[in-house]
């Protein structure tokens, strides 16, 4: 270890080597070399002028549940913005710091009945995850409901992006190309009923406790929907459901789904990711994206 972060900066909440396993979805992940929490912005931008100074490498996480990270851990600098988690609601706006769980901006517009984001109810990501991956269901996505984001350059500058700058597209956005770290983002949503809103998310969360294996820690989705086709239809009908590799399987209930069903690793889940793409690959000519992003 080249650097003694938590001597660098005392009174900061900063852990050496911590497991990520407990902190994602997968609930697979090495350690993170360094892990850090900042309370508010101005710690974030001291550790960041640091680390780049230091060239220590920067992973941002949110709900790690888009994640797989591999076994042998993180380089550098992880850090977790669940302290930056303010709601604020004015009017028919929700500003939103990128570590409030997306799950609760939903609660919070429900009950200042604002409608817009149900499909979002279900989701276990935060708001910072769901800006980068343009997170969608149920026909709406973050990008037809958020107005604005803050975020901090890679230059540790402070900068808005308005909504048609953030390049949205299928589980994409300007913030995968630019490398900032967001700090916030505000949804304009519309005025709705609380029931109506309230039966629509639950709608959407029956339909997923349905159809999704939410008994079993996963990812979500483990691959992007391709052109024409859908990623689990194809894996079913190549016979995939139920393969497994060590403790990672493709899930019996939803074939898109990969889930930990026995202590699995990274590299199990690896493994199994890999051996889809083969097989659907040989089977139908089709190249099976990840839409989980693979850290290691
Ligand atoms: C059971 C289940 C159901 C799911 N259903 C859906 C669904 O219906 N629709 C859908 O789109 N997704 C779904 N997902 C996937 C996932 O919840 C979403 O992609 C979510 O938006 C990811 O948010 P996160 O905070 O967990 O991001 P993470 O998994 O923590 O991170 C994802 C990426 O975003 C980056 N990132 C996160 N926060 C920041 C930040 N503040 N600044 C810069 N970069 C950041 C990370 O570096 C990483 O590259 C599901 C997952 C599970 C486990």
């Not at 239809?233 to 930990?260: C, E, P, Y």
């Not at 051996?275 to 990840?290: D, S, Y």
Request: with cysteine; aromatic share 8%; hydrophobic share 40%.
């Amino acid at each position: 270890m080249s650097v003694n972060l938590q001597a660098k900066f005392p009174g900061f909440d900063i852990k050496s080597q911590e497991k990520l396993a407990n902190y994602t979805n997968t609930q697979v992940g090495g350690p993170a070399e360094w892990a850090f929490w900042p309370h508010h912005v101005q710690e974030l931008m001291n550790v960041l002028e640091f680390a780049h100074s230091e060239n220590l490498p920067i992973t941002v996480l949110g709900n790690a549940s888009n994640l797989v990270i591999g076994d042998a851990g993180l380089k550098g600098i992880v850090i977790f913005l669940s302290h930056l988690n303010k709601i604020e609601v004015t009017d028919q706006l929700i500003k939103a710091g990128a570590g409030a769980a997306l799950i609760d901006v939903t609660q919070a517009a429900l009950e200042a009945n604002l409608s817009g984001i149900e499909w979002a109810a279900g989701i276990p990501g935060s708001v910072g995850g769901a800006v980068y991956m343009n997170a969608g269901a149920y026909g709406g996505e973050s990008a037809d409901w958020i107005s604005s984001i803050t975020v901090l350059t890679p230059d540790n500058e402070i900068k808005v992006y308005q909504q048609a700058e953030l390049e949205f597209g299928y589980r994409h956005s300007l913030v995968q190309r630019t490398g900032d770290v967001i700090l916030d983002a505000t949804f304009q949503l519309k005025p709705g009923e609380f029931k109506s809103i309230e039966m629509l998310m639950e709608d959407f969360n029956t339909r997923r406790a349905l159809r999704q294996p939410l008994e079993y820690p996963s990812c979500g989705s483990t691959f992007k929907r391709p052109e024409g086709y859908y990623a689990g239809r194809l894996i079913m009908d190549a016979g995939l459901q139920g393969f497994t590799i060590g403790g990672a399987q493709v899930s019996t209930k939803h074939a898109g789904f990969i889930v930990n069903v026995n202590q699995a690793t990274a590299d199990d889940y690896i493994g199994v990711i890999r051996h889809v793409q083969e097989v659907v690959a040989q089977k139908f000519e089709v190249q099976l994206e990840t839409e989980v992003r693979i850290l290691n």
